[in-house]
């Protein structure tokens, strides 16, 4: 839209200094117009059919031919360590990632902010910017011989197509992911992630873990009811807990 906006002020500048026709600025009114109107609906189509062509191998090769980049995901990784994808390095995914190399796990970084993956990328941690929900930004960050995936950010809105598309692109893997609100997870569950943690359930464990506390419960006592409470929470999601 900002192009179509922008062919006014140079048509209306070219007709001032008779250097565009009538006709000319006319039929670029007319094309500016359409530009502005079907940008937005185009930018909100663009990520599903995105993704509808790269579930179409040849359709997507097609469309996108371009020299193979050397990158994480060409080859099977060299040396010790498995391997980790994290999405996210915010605080979760900074402390996920300093766990897993500090186990002998050779993590790589998927983020949105440009200026984390140049800062990681300068410390030499492995980062890559990108949609996650990408085959070529997967693939990038070395899903297909990763041993794990772990979604570390609570709004991460295109969770479910990550999923799959891990899925689809190294069906071993493990996937740990984070969401906000209970009645999400069992969407992320069906998805194929392997366990999924809810910020609204692990408030209600510590709840419930310091009320018996304080009632003097045994540690027996709390990590029995502890299990069972997380049992009901994350196998029924956003559905209602039975007592």
């Given at each position: 839209s900002q192009i179509g906006e922008f062919s006014f002020i140079v048509g209306t500048i070219g007709r001032t200094y008779g250097l565009v026709s009538e006709e000319a600025f006319n039929a670029l009114?007319?094309?500016?117009?359409?530009?502005?109107?079907?940008?937005?609906?185009?930018?909100?189509?663009?990520?599903?059919?995105?993704?509808?062509?790269?579930?179409?191998?040849?359709?997507?090769?097609?469309?996108?031919r371009k020299p193979k980049l050397e990158d994480a995901g060409d080859a099977a990784p060299h040396g010790e360590g498995r391997r980790a994808v994290i999405i996210g390095y915010g605080p979760v995914g900074k402390t996920v990632f300093r766990l897993?190399?500090?186990?002998?796990?050779?993590?790589?970084?998927?983020?949105?902010?440009?200026?984390?993956?140049?800062?990681?990328?300068?410390?030499?941690i492995p980062s890559y910017y990108g949609d996650a929900s990408h085959p070529d930004t997967l693939r990038a960050a070395g899903i297909d011989h990763a041993d794990i995936l772990i979604l570390s950010s609570s709004s991460i809105p295109s969770g479910t197509d990550i999923i799959?598309?891990?899925?689809?692109?190294?069906?071993?893997?493990?996937?740990?992911?984070?969401?906000?609100?209970?009645?999400?997870?069992?969407?992320?569950?069906?998805?194929?992630?392997?366990?999924?943690?809810?910020g609204e359930g692990e408030v209600a464990l510590s709840i419930t873990e310091k009320i018996l506390e304080a009632f003097g419960a045994t540690r027996e006592q709390i990590e029995r009811e502890s299990d069972r409470i997380r049992d009901d929470l994350f196998r029924k999601g956003s559905r209602e807990v039975e007592v």
């Amino acid at each position: 839209s900002q192009i179509g906006e922008f062919s006014f002020i140079v048509g209306t500048i070219g007709r001032t200094y008779g250097l565009v026709s009538e006709e000319a600025f006319n039929a670029l009114v007319a094309t500016a117009i359409v530009s502005i109107t079907l940008s937005p609906l185009l930018y909100k189509a663009s990520g599903p059919i995105e993704r509808w062509v790269g579930r179409h191998p040849k359709l997507d090769a097609m469309l996108n031919r371009k020299p193979k980049l050397e990158d994480a995901g060409d080859a099977a990784p060299h040396g010790e360590g498995r391997r980790a994808v994290i999405i996210g390095y915010g605080p979760v995914g900074k402390t996920v990632f300093r766990l897993l190399r500090d186990n002998d796990f050779s993590p790589s970084v998927v983020e949105m902010n440009l200026d984390t993956v140049q800062r990681l990328n300068a410390k030499g941690i492995p980062s890559y910017y990108g949609d996650a929900s990408h085959p070529d930004t997967l693939r990038a960050a070395g899903i297909d011989h990763a041993d794990i995936l772990i979604l570390s950010s609570s709004s991460i809105p295109s969770g479910t197509d990550i999923i799959k598309e891990a899925r689809r692109m190294n069906p071993g893997i493990r996937v740990l992911a984070r969401t906000a609100y209970l009645k999400e997870a069992d969407e992320l569950m069906d998805s194929g992630a392997t366990a999924v943690f809810s910020g609204e359930g692990e408030v209600a464990l510590s709840i419930t873990e310091k009320i018996l506390e304080a009632f003097g419960a045994t540690r027996e006592q709390i990590e029995r009811e502890s299990d069972r409470i997380r049992d009901d929470l994350f196998r029924k999601g956003s559905r209602e807990v039975e007592v």
